[in-house]
Each structure stands twice: as C-alpha cells, then as structure tokens.
C-alpha cells in the first residue's frame, strides 16, 4: 500500500446554516480512482471542491503529500479539475483551451504545441485545433476539458460528475476511456458521481456519501457484497431490506421463519436489517421453497426478468433469467451467505 | 395566430416620433428656401467647416471621450464589485447606484451648481483644507463631473449585468489551471464582458456628447459645446437648417464611431443593448 497523496482530516462545512459536510475523515492513495458516490446533496461535491481550493472548510485540515493545504488557493494546487459543465473558456478555441494552464506556466511555444497535439491524440480529437467550443458536441466539449486538465501534468485529477450530461450510450464509452486514460497515466483520480453502476464499474475505491458523512469505504467488491447498512446496500444496486432479528450467531428470523446466515456478532434478539439481493433469491416449485409467494408483476429488462413476489407480507424483487407468469405460485430460496445483516441505522 | 398587430402602436409612435423627425431633419440639412421655390444645397455642411464650429465640436468629442475614460475607469471595478459572491446576495449597493436615476436628471445637475459654486458646500470644504480652488463652477471639470455624475449609472449597468451572467465555473476553471486573480481578469472576465463595456461606452459616451444641459448649467452661459451650438440654432438664432445640418453630422459621426465599436464587438456574444 503506497501512502496517500491527499489526507482530510475532520473536515466540516456549512452553507447558511445547514451542514454540507460534518467531520469527514478520508485519506486518498497514489494513483488509485477513488470515487465519492451518493445522492444530490451528500457533500460528495463538495468535498471535491474543497480538495480543489474553491472552498474553504470551517473546520479540519486538507494534507497534500504530508504538507497542509487548507489556505492554499486554487491556482497553487497541485491538482487539475474536470467541471460537470466543462466550463470551457468561450472566447477561445479548442487549442488556446488546452494550451490556458501552459501559456500560465510560460512555457515556449513549441513545447505548447506539441503538448496540445499529445493530449488531442490521447483524447481523440485530432484535427479540433482551431475549432471554437461552441460547435462542438458535449461529448467533444468533455475531451476538451479533460485535455485541459490533463495537459497541466496533475498529481491529481478531480472529475465533478463529468458524464452526467451526456446520453447512456456516450456515457459508457466515456468510462472505458476515462479508465484508459487513467491506466495509461498513472495518476490519482478523485471521481464525483450519484451513479453507483458508474462508480463500480471504474474504481479502485468508492466512498458512498450521504447528508454529509462518510457511510462506507472499500472497493467495488466490497461495497456491493457487504455493504455496511441498509442505505448503502439500497443506493449500490437493487436490494430486498426487511427487518429482522437475531436468534444467535449464525440465525436470524424475518418473514415469519428462521434463516441460517453467516454473520456474527450481534446481540441475542437484537433487531437488524436483512439485505438480499434480488438476484440471489432463486425461484423453485412451490412445495420446496424457504417462502411461498404469488408473482404479481413481471418486467422484462433484456437480461434478465424483474419479477415482484408478494410473500410473508413483503413484496420481493427477484432478478432471474427464468421467467414465472403472473399469479403463479412460486417458492423462493435464500443461500445463507446471500443473506446480509446490517445494524439498524437510526431512523432519519 | 398573428399577433404582430400588437406591435402597431409601437410603430405609429416611431413613425411620429423617430422617422418623421428624421425625415424632417434631413430636409431641413439639404435645401434652402429661396424666392424660386425649395432648392437643394450643401451649404449648410460646408458651414460647419468654419474653425470656430470644428473647434466647438472637437471639444464636445475630446469632452465626451474623457467623461467616457473616467466612467469605464470607475465603473469596471464597482460593476466587479457589485457581481461578485460578497455583494450579489444584497443589492444594497446596486440599488445605490440606481436611486439617483430615480431623481430628475435637471434637480441633480443644479444640486452639482450649488455644492460647486463660491459658498458652496464642496468650495468651503477645499478653502478649509487649504487647497488652492480660485473657480470650481463654470470650467471644464466641472462639466466632466456633472457628465461622469449623471452617466457612471450607464456604464456600470450593462458591466454590471454581463458579469453576473457570467459561468463562475469558468472563472473557477481559470483559477484551477494556475491562474491568479489579475490573470484571471486579463485572460478570462474582461475579454468575456466586452459586450457588457462595449454598450457602456455607447450609453455614456452618445448622450455625453450630445448634452447641453450639463454644459449649460456647470458649463455657464457662454459655454458651448455642439449640443448648445445646436439648441442655439433652433431656439434662439432660429437657423433651422443649420441646426439641422449640425445635427446630421453629430448622427454621422456617432454611427460611425458606433458601427467601429460594433466591428470590434462582432464574434462574441450578445449582452449589448442593442
């Protein structure tokens, strides 16, 4: 593990009185893609924009490679942002964009030029040079802003929701390019976004946010096999979430029956949260199911079938590739390492 | 439907009032009633070409242009003031600039009479600091002050306006790419609210070379500028074709000086009045 090139440290911050940010802690590693994923309004930007220098926190330090950053301003940082609106600069065209942050640095002309030619290649837009922004498409304006921030040779690369205006096709091509580009540089990227399929996909690291704390830390693998409470297991994917309670090490009763299960740890009788996945609930003939139930609606989502199930008073989101018609009876089975047990989060 | 009949009482007003006017002054500019009848003739420019009316005009331009000078000079930075985060939650300050608009353009210029004249608030003030002050009413500065004073608002209006406009990202995406505060205002917010300053000239600089009022009144009675020489020729001398051709020329030279401006403005975006 290499030590982390940025460090916050009990860092909080508010906006007219309400709290964007309370007491984050979150330390980021050399080069990995870590991503701060949650709903509109969890602080996920905000925390960008803080690494980036146009905030101050209220409160908590800033670290960057061991020194303390808090009251550098942006323009001394050692790290480049992608804005959600690219915020390309209007009255320039596509070279004198990317070329901004170097005629800063006063570099020679030729050595400009042939690093804008490098970065157009690496973002596919030879050709572009002399265009002006405003007749490119988003997507096109997109690897223009990336090549801006990029070109500047940063230790770190903040990307604020980079994709979020572009249409799923584009998208998706984006996000293998994005991850090219941060395998073939090397660098840290510090990724904001409020889609988790996005965030799975592309990083190293996730960090799943909501009203201004951290809820949870750990790989994609991680966040989406064990998610640490209800929220973060119903943000990342599709989830069944019912109350529950444990018997004993290894036993836990919902939907009116008892369940073997593989977590520990808890109280006896202590209530919980029990997270299934709606691809880990299989549909067997009635008579040989751990719960009986009636299909009440199916939709087909090309891969697989979406089907509700009303049983022991629940309706249960079951993804299969088999298709049970509606008001059949069905039976549903639940592997015991498919079953999650979560603390309860305090009510909201 | 069609709804361009809503805009017919606009046009019978600019045909009363703008194009008949012009029309009139026109005529007016380009003959000469004699006992054969009505005449074309150029005459009436040619007269202009006397060195005692270029002197009055030269004056007005060199007058209008230092009053626009002085205007952007003092305007840019409180139209900077006025957008950014601190202030554009209150408009305290805005509407600071504003009120004074709201008083008659006459009542100002005569409060401007009396704090100037001998006696006055602003003179008493000076003789009490000891700075020298023989003659503060009826010069040229003071017909600067009283134009700046009533024009500033028209400067820093559209300057104003265009800088709220503008995408704080960009400014942000400058400072982001190791640009401080003065690079940033080079490179990024005054290339970028050109239109805004660019209508800000036009706004003070065509009625500040057209005024007669200011003139008259902190200017004195014997002060002229092109826009009394013009009052003159109307109201008291009664030449209403010379007054005309005067007139013509001034419009002339402002659609010009305009229609440069608007050459150096093309390619950027809309913000200008008109």
Known sequence: ?348 | MKRTWYSYPYIVWMAIFIVVPFLLLLFYSFTVSTDEGIKFTLDHIKRLWDPIYLMVLLRSINLAIICTVICLVIGYPVGLILASKEYSSKKVLALLFVIPMWINFLLRTYAWMTLLEKGGLVYTILEFLHIPNSQLLYTDQAVVLGMVYNFLPFMVLPIYSVLTKLDKSIVEAAEDLGANYITVLRRVIIPLSLPGVISGITMVFMPAVTTFIISRLLGGGHYILVGNLIEQQFMVVGDWNFGSAISFVLMVIILISMGVLRKYDEGHEGGAIW
């Open chain 1, 1 to 348: 593990m290499s030590e982390p090139i940025i460090r916050l440290v009990n860092i909080s911050k508010d906006y007219d009185g309400t709290e964007a940010l309370k007491n984050i802690n979150l330390y980021i590693r050399k080069n990995e893609f870590l991503t701060l994923l949650g709903p509109s309004g969890c602080g996920k930007t905000t925390t960008l924009r803080i690494i980036a220098g146009f905030e101050q926190p209220d409160s908590g330090e800033v670290y960057f490679e061991g020194k303390n950053i808090t009251n550098l301003p942006p323009y001394k940082r050692k790290v480049n942002t992608v804005f959600q609106r690219y915020a390309l600069f209007p009255h320039m065209n596509v070279a004198e964009n990317i070329a901004f942050g170097l005629k800063i640095k006063k570099m020679d002309k030729k050595t400009i030029d042939r690093k804008v030619a490098e970065m157009l290649e690496l973002v596919n837009l030879k050709g572009f040079e002399k265009r002006y922004v405003d007749s490119l498409s988003g997507g096109q304006q997109q690897r223009v802003a990336i090549a801006r921030a990029l070109v500047n040779e940063p230790e770190v690369l903040l990307l604020d929701e980079p994709l979020g205006a572009l249409d799923l096709k584009l998208r998706k091509g984006m996000q293998i390019e994005l991850k090219k580009i941060h395998k073939y540089l090397g660098i840290t990227f510090v990724y904001v976004t409020h889609d988790q399929e996005e965030a799975l996909t592309m990083s190293d690291t996730i960090v799943v946010m909501k009203d201004g704390t951290i809820q949870q830390i750990g790989t994609p693998e991680m966040i989406y096999n064990e998610p640490k409470n209800s929220f973060v297991a119903d943000f990342i994917g599709e989830s069944n979430i019912v109350p529950g309670r444990m018997i004993k090490d290894s036993l836990v009763y919902f939907a009116e029956r008892e369940f073997k299960c593989v977590d520990s740890g808890f109280n006896h009788n202590e209530e919980v949260d029990v997270v299934v996945r709606p691809e880990d609930i299989k549909l067997v003939p009635e008579d040989q199911g751990m719960l009986q139930g009636r299909v009440e609606s199916v939709t087909f989502k090309g891969v697989h079938y979406e089907m509700m199930v009303r049983s022991a008073g629940y309706e249960w989101m079951i993804h299969s590739t088999v298709m049970e018609p509606v008001g059949s009876r069905v039976g549903l089975s639940i592997m015991p390492n498919d079953i999650h047990i979560m603390k309860k989060v305090s009510t909201e």
